[in-house]
Structures are given as C-alpha cells and as structure tokens.
C-alpha cells in the first residue's frame, strides 16, 4: 500500500548507543519531515526536507541528524541516546500543487525508549 | 513567527451532542489549515483540510471553516459518537517556496460518554 513506512515500530535503547530511524515513502511528495511527540506538548518538528539533496532543522533539532539522498527515503539518525530523547517519532510526507499544500501523510511512529 | 493555538482539553460530551473545538492561528500570507486526529494508539490521519479564505473542509461528519478575518478552523460536527474519542489536532503549513513546515496545536482530547 502506498503510504510513508517508519521502521522499526518500538526501540529500547542505552544512554549514548546511537541509531537510525527510517522513513520512507512511495508517493513521490517532495517534502518530507520528522516530529517527535511527547505528552502534553503536542507535536514538534525536529528536521525536514523540501527535496531530494535539501534538509534544515526544525524546532527541536539537537542530538538528531539527517540526510536526503533520494526522494523517498529520509532516515534521522541518534547521535548519542539521552533519556530526553525518549518519545514517539513520526514521520511525515506531503506536496504542493498550485501554490498550494495537499495530502499531508504520517507514518505509524516508532516508540523510542531510552533507558 | 507562525503558531496555532487550540482550546484546552479534555472535552467531554455524551453521545450525539454537538462538538466545537476551537483553533485560531497566527502567520503571514495565506497558510493552508488541517485538522488530524490521533486514535488510542494510532498514528495521526488527515480529517479535513481547507487551502484558502472561506473554503469549508468536511469529513465524516466533521467541519470546519477557514476564517481569514478572525484567524480561526473550529472544529465542528453536530452529533458526535463514542468511536469519535480521540485526540485532535489543529495545524498549518507554509507556503510553497518557504519552508514546507506543518505547525501544529497543542491537541485536544475528546472523550464521548455513551
């Protein structure tokens, strides 16, 4: 099914191990972005990228990395795992078609704990 | 700098009574407006979405209005039900050539008694 696919749906990790989180999508949408979530603060926006070769930081940008390489893929990379890190990381995908933004599309999140 | 700013939840309401969730905004230019919802557990899905003045986004039921001259998308649907219990959230997007961010609300909980 098309759609934006984020791997892996839960991790544990230790304070300082660092990982990537994938995301990926099949729609061909030229924007794509990460947030993380956390309870009573709504959604906040760490990175995004409005093309393939194109990345700049969001709100909540330090201790996360990313790169655009391709048009579908946008993995965020741990640089070194903090308990503040802990959190529901989505992804999301969306276009613009006359002047306009459309079909914003979130994949299922990955539950991250940092222990 | 742009933001959007939504009523405080948690809303309750018993089944089939009218619901209004309240979201003004705050940008320059002309911003597309959303409304998510986020069910137990759930990622967040489109409910409705509205790209210019005075266009009414609908969806299930729900509705809302993009109201340029009070800065406002309430959420709105006449009658609600248990399966509407969730979590929403109101958000905008900038405008192509800028950024291609999507601000969000804070999010509100609806909790719909039977």
């Known amino acids: 099914n098309a759609g934006v696919t984020q791997t892996p749906k839960f991790q544990v990790l230790k304070t300082g191990q660092s990982m990537t989180l994938q995301c990926a999508q099949d729609?061909?949408?030229?924007?794509m972005s990460w947030y993380r979530q956390d309870p009573g603060m709504g959604l906040r926006l760490i990175h995004y990228s409005v093309g393939a070769g194109i990345t700049d930081q969001g709100e909540v940008p330090n201790g996360y990395n990313v790169s655009r390489s391709t048009t579908e893929d946008f993995p965020l990379r741990l640089l070194s795992a903090a308990p503040s890190q802990t959190s529901v990381y989505f992804c999301?995908?969306?276009?613009?078609?006359?002047?306009?933004?459309?079909?914003?599309?979130f994949g299922s999140g990955t539950r991250l704990t940092v222990v | 700098g742009n933001s959007v700013t939504q009523m405080e939840g948690p809303v309750t309401l018993s089944e089939e009574a009218f619901l209004t969730i309240n979201c003004t905004y705050t940008?320059?230019?002309?911003?597309?407006l959303f409304w998510y919802v986020q069910y137990p557990g759930e990622g967040l899905q489109l409910l409705l979405k509205a790209t210019k003045a005075d266009d009414k986004g609908s969806n299930k039921g729900f509705e809302a209005t993009y109201r340029k001259e009070t800065t406002s998308f309430h959420l709105e649907k006449g009658s609600v039900q248990v399966s509407d219990s969730a979590v929403y959230f109101c958000a905008l997007s900038d405008r192509p050539g800028n950024t291609g961010k999507l601000i969000f609300g804070q999010g509100t909980t609806l909790q719909v008694k039977p």
């Open positions: 940008a320059t230019g002309y911003p597309s």
């Open positions: 729609m061909n949408h030229e924007y």
């Open positions: 999301a995908s969306s276009y613009s078609s006359g002047g306009r933004y459309y079909g914003y599309t």
